[in-house]
């Protein structure tokens, strides 16, 4: 038998995390400086500085008083769109279609399509748009610049919908009337508009995930629209993975899982760093597509005409596939934006006593929050959307904003959050969660709904999914700077160094 290489860190200031089993170490070192040694990819002690931990170990690392806490999750990230997006012309920040128009004629004159392409540009939010975006308006634009016909695609920043120039429409085999693509029009082709060779996307996966680990993120929950077991099983037979991956089911992909008898946490490569994730079903829309299933109807209401989003699949359904996957021990993951969306599958939690996720919970009734904690239904939620969608939501969701991402309501209740990105609708960067979640604020705008916002030791640990205490895995983060609840320290974390399963994948120390 060899002896697995041990590592000590030394002289490292654990960051104190609320929760769970107290914390041994914080104890032992209080607010002064511990030991910490890893063997075999866990912490096998933490002790008080100086008490000879370092002894025989391969490896000794001086912290010098550094931070030390455990490594971070994003609990909602599509991980091919993110890497795409990072690669695509981004139109965040366009408040009308003409805009994107222009800045879609400018990135042609800049970076002409190859033969047989598409321009992909990515992050339109139109719920404040003064203009309409249609497939004419792209193709004129286009035309006007003197610029052949090339198939243009705008996808949205929250994936519900995409906007298709004519030539595009032609491309896909579509024929619709106004070229902007909603929710199950869209989906079916979303496919086909990121069509990359997979030996390419792999690379930029790679790439995406190596920047992931210099914000110190360890892991991810792939919600990919894909067949994200396979993916992964593949990306991990290529190279060396840098996060841990639990990679979701979709509908489709079910019954070969539990056929295969693939429940949620199996391993799915050797070395475990890939786990069979949850079961995802969208239940409704989206806020910014105004297709969010809610109580009350959408303003405004015209000829008494009451629009108040709709369901993406029929409750005896949803009900019937949680079934099927809490038998076979694979863990739900329910996609609801709405308040009605989000009561009806809280109805389907209690009916079928499946466990696991709501995913964004944006919009909550008093009583659902309270169901919530009740039933353990864990929260899974992007901080950085309350702050991107806070003036749509005050338009779209008026009168009922104080109860929309609603962190301190699901923290003062007892419900467990997890934090996330959705990247690539928000940014992969776990900080920027973070301090959305604690300061409610950005870019120099005041508070929005400050009674929502939640305590620093709460965004951490929503963020983390282990301790820095013996026996657990050796996923850790080294910090520059203490964290401290202010949004432009957090914001811009200095991260020194991260560890995977006792493997560094970044190091700046
Ligand atoms: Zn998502």
């Not at 511990?34 to 370092?54: K, L, M």
């Not at 993110?82 to 879609?104: M, N, P």
């Not at 914000?215 to 840098?242: M, Q, S, T």
Request: hydrophobic share 45%; with cysteine.
């Amino acid at each position: 038998m060899t002896e697995s290489p041990s590592l000590v860190l030394r002289r490292a200031r654990l960051v104190p995390l609320p929760g769970r089993a107290a914390e041994p170490a914080a104890d032992l070192g209080g607010r002064g400086l511990v030991d910490v040694r890893v063997e075999g990819g866990r912490i096998a002690s933490v002790t008080p500085s100086g008490t000879g931990t370092g002894e025989g170990a391969s490896e000794v690392v001086d912290l010098d008083g550094r931070w030390l806490m455990p490594g971070l999750w994003d609990a909602h990230v599509h991980m091919a769109q993110w890497a795409l997006a990072r690669r695509r012309l981004d139109v965040s920040e366009a408040a009308s279609a003409a805009e994107v128009a222009r800045a879609v004629v400018d990135e042609l004159r800049r970076t002409p399509v190859p033969d047989g392409g598409a321009l992909v540009a990515a992050g339109f939010r139109d719920g404040l748009w003064p203009d309409v975006p249609t497939a004419e308006l792209l193709d004129r634009a286009v035309v006007d610049a003197g610029l052949p016909p090339v198939p243009v695609v705008v996808v949205s920043a929250d994936l519900h919908c995409a906007w298709f120039s004519s030539t595009a429409l032609a491309e896909v085999g579509v024929d619709h009337p106004t070229g902007l693509l909603r929710e199950t029009e869209w989906m079916p082709l979303m496919a086909q508009v990121d069509r990359a060779p997979e030996v390419a996307l792999d690379a930029w996966v790679d790439d995406a995930a190596a920047a992931a680990a210099r914000l110190g993120v360890v892991g991810i929950v792939d919600l990919e629209i894909a067949d994200n077991v396979a993916a992964w099983y593949r990306r991990a037979a290529a190279r060396p993975l840098r996060l841990r991956v639990d990679a979701a089911l979709w509908p489709e992909h079910l019954d070969a899982a539990i056929e295969r008898g693939l429940a949620s946490g199996a391993w799915v490569t050797p070395d475990g760093l890939v786990r069979v994730g949850p079961f995802k079903v969208i239940a409704d829309g989206s806020l910014n597509t105004r297709t969010a299933f809610c109580h009350e109807p959408y303003p405004p209401v015209t000829d008494g005409v009451a629009w108040t989003g709709a369901l993406n699949v029929e409750p005896e359904h949803l009900a019937e596939q949680m079934t099927r996957a809490a038998r076979h021990g694979i863990r739900c993951a329910i996609h609801a934006i709405g308040d009605h969306a989000n009561a009806v599958v809280l109805d389907a939690f209690e009916a079928t006593g499946a466990r696991g996720s709501i995913e964004h919970a944006q919009l909550l009734t008093p009583d659902d929050v309270t169901r919530m904690a009740a039933l353990g239904v864990v929260a899974s939620v992007q901080p950085e959307h309350a702050l991107d969608d806070r003036d749509v939501a005050d338009v779209h969701w008026a009168g009922r904003t104080g109860r929309s991402f609603a962190y301190g309501d699901l923290a003062r209740a007892g419900v467990t959050m997890t934090f996330g990105s959705d990247a690539p609708v928000a940014r992969l960067d776990p900080w920027a969660a973070i301090a959305a979640a604690v300061t409610r604020a950005r870019d120099g705008r005041e508070p929005w709904h400050p009674e929502q916002a939640v305590n620093l030791g709460t965004a951490l640990a929503s963020s983390v999914r282990s301790r820095v205490t013996p026996g657990e895995p050796a996923d850790l983060v080294v910090l520059d700077a203490e964290p401290v609840p202010d949004g432009d320290l957090l914001r811009a974390m200095p991260v020194a160094a991260t560890m995977l399963a006792g493997a560094w994948t970044h190091r700046a120390l």
